[in-house]
C-alpha cells in the first residue's frame, strides 16, 4: 500500500454511511479518502485539505440535485478540482446539468467500481498536468488590483517602469495604437500611487464637441454664457488629489491646449466667465494613437510647448502582435473570467483556436481580442471555443495591410454593435463606448450607411 502522505486525496460525498465505507474500502489502496455527506461537511474537507478529486452523490440532504449548489461551491473555491457526479439512473437531467455547471465526468447508479477507478485516474492525471502548468514561473503582476496582465519582455520592462512611476507626480504620455490598453495603463499608474484614495477622472478629448470642451474641462460660473444657470465644477477641479486621464490628447484643439499648459505650470484654473482662479493639485496622465503629434509641421497635432510639459515621462505601448505569446495569456484571463460572466464553467479554446489567435495580427489589439473572444464564449458549442468561433477569416495570413485590416476590423465592429442594438445609432454608440458624433464620422469612415425608409 502506498505512503498516505503521497496519496492523492479523494473527498468521497455520499450520505449513505454504509455505501461510504464499502466505496471507501474499495478506494482505499489508491486513494487517501476523505469522507463528506453535505455541502457543509465537504467545504470542510476543502478548507483543511483542498483536493482535486472529488466523487459526488447527486441526491444529498433529502434534495435528488443537492449536488448541483455542492459543484458550484466547490468550483467557486478551486477552479481545477475534478469532481465525478454519481446520479441515479432516472436522474439523466440532472447528470448533464452537473456537466454544464463543470463536473469533470458522471457515473450512474449502481456503481461499477472498475469504471470508477478509470474516470479517477483520467482525472488524477489531468490534474497533475495542470499542476505542472500552475508551478510554472509567470510574470503576470499577482496584485488583484493590477488591470495589466502580460508575459512578453516588452511588457515586462512596461510593468517594472509602471510600478516606478507609481512612486512619483511627474506627468505621463502613453502612446500607442487603439486597444492597446493605454486607459489600462495610467489606472494601473493612478491605482498604485499616493493618490489612489481620490479620484480618477477619464477624459476622452475626441469624444467631447469642441464647442462644450472648455466648459466641461474648466467649468463655469453662473451667467458665463446664455444656458449657464449655476456653477459648474469641471473634470480638471473634481481630479483635485487625484489624477486627471486625457485620452486622446491630440484631438484637442489648438486654442484649448494654451489653457491647459497654463493650468500645467502653475496648477492653477480659472473658470469660464470667472475672474479668480483656484489652486489645485492634479496629476495628468495624457495618452494618444497618433504618431505624430509634436513638431512645426501641419501635421503635428499637439503644440511643442505642452507635448514637453506632458510627457515628462514616455510610455509606448507595444501592439499585441509584437508581444508574443501574451495574446494566449490575454485570452486565457478574458475566458476565466467569462466562465462565470456567461455560466460556463468549462469554457476553453480548442487547440487549433489558440493557434489561430497566435497566428492573427490583431489590428485592433486586445480591445479586438475581446471582443471575438466574448462573441465566441456566446456562439460556441459544448463550451469549446473552435477557430470559427473567432470568425478571424482571410485576416490570418492574409495580404491585408495594417491599414486596411484595422479598417475592417471597425467595420466589422460597427456592425455587430448595430446589428444588436437593431439599427439604433444611439444604443450602438454607448456598446462601443463613443458618442453618438464619433459613432457617426465612424460609420462614414468605414463605409456604414443605414436606409431609412420615409413614413407615409
Avoid at 482525472?123 to 488590483?145: F, G, H, N, T, Y
Avoid at 448595430?418 to 450602438?428: I, K, M, P
Wanted: glycine share 8%.
Amino acid at each position: 500500500m502506498q505512503d498516505t502522505i503521497t496519496m492523492t486525496k479523494l473527498i468521497l460525498v455520499e450520505d449513505d454511511a454504509g455505501l461510504r465505507e464499502q466505496m471507501k474500502w474499495a478506494l482505499g489502496e489508491d486513494f487517501q479518502v476523505l469522507e463528506a455527506d453535505s455541502l457543509d461537511s465537504t467545504l470542510a474537507c476543502l478548507d483543511s485539505d483542498r483536493s482535486p478529486l472529488i466523487c459526488l452523490d447527486m441526491g444529498l440532504e433529502g434534495r435528488s440535485d443537492r449536488g448541483l449548489d455542492i459543484i458550484d461551491a466547490v468550483l467557486a473555491a478551486d477552479r481545477t478540482a475534478k469532481i465525478i457526479a454519481v446520479t441515479a439512473n432516472r436522474d439523466g437531467a440532472v447528470a448533464k446539468e452537473a456537466i454544464r455547471r463543470g463536473a469533470f465526468d458522471y457515473l450512474s447508479k449502481p456503481l461499477d467500481m472498475d469504471s470508477l477507478k478509470s474516470v479517477l485516474e483520467r482525472a488524477k492525471r489531468l490534474r497533475a498536468l495542470e499542476s505542472e502548468d500552475d508551478d510554472a514561473p509567470s510574470w503576470i503582476p499577482v496584485d488583484p488590483d493590477w488591470p495589466m496582465i502580460g508575459e512578453s519582455e516588452a511588457m515586462k520592462s512596461i510593468f517594472s517602469v509602471l510600478r516606478r512611476l507609481s512612486d512619483t507626480d511627474v506627468s505621463v504620455l502613453i502612446t500607442g495604437e487603439s486597444g492597446t490598453g493605454k486607459e489600462l495603463c495610467a489606472r494601473a499608474i493612478h491605482k498604485h500611487s499616493r493618490r489612489r484614495n481620490a479620484a480618477f477622472v477619464p477624459i476622452n478629448c475626441g469624444a467631447i464637441p469642441e464647442n462644450l470642451l472648455e466648459s466641461e474641462l474648466f467649468g463655469y460660473v453662473k451667467g458665463a454664457f446664455t444656458g449657464a444657470d449655476a456653477d459648474k465644477m469641471g473634470l480638471i477641479e473634481s481630479a483635485h488629489k487625484g489624477t486627471l486621464f486625457l485620452d486622446e490628447i491630440g484631438d484637442m484643439p489648438h486654442t484649448l491646449q494654451v489653457k491647459l499648459l497654463r493650468f500645467l505650470q502653475d496648477q492653477r484654473l480659472q473658470r469660464v466667465g470667472d475672474t479668480r482662479a483656484r489652486a489645485l493639485d492634479v496629476r495628468i496622465i495624457a495618452a494618444t494613437n497618433k504618431s505624430t503629434l509634436s513638431g512645426s509641421g501641419e501635421d503635428a497635432a499637439m503644440r511643442t510647448d505642452l507635448y514637453y510639459r506632458l510627457s515628462e515621462f514616455e510610455i509606448k505601448l507595444p501592439p499585441l502582435r509584437e508581444r508574443g505569446r501574451d495574446a494566449l495569456v490575454l485570452a486565457a484571463g478574458i475566458l476565466d473570467r467569462n466562465r462565470q460572466r456567461f455560466g460556463q464553467p468549462r469554457l476553453r479554446m480548442s487547440s487549433r483556436a489558440e493557434k489561430a489567435v497566435l497566428s492573427y495580427g490583431w489590428p485592433g489589439n486586445v480591445r479586438e481580442l475581446e471582443n471575438r473572444l466574448n462573441r465566441a464564449s456566446i456562439t460556441c458549442k459544448g463550451q469549446i471555443i473552435e477557430e470559427e468561433d473567432l470568425q478571424l477569416g482571410d485576416s490570418i495570413g492574409g495580404n491585408m495591410s495594417y491599414r486596411e485590416a484595422r479598417k475592417a476590423f471597425e467595420k466589422n465592429l460597427l456592425l455587430n454593435a448595430l446589428h444588436r442594438s437593431n439599427g439604433n445609432v444611439s444604443l450602438a454608440a454607448r456598446t462601443v463606448g463613443v458618442t453618438r458624433p464619433t459613432f457617426y464620422d465612424m460609420m462614414r469612415k468605414t463605409g456604414i450607411y443605414i436606409r431609412t425608409e420615409a413614413k407615409v
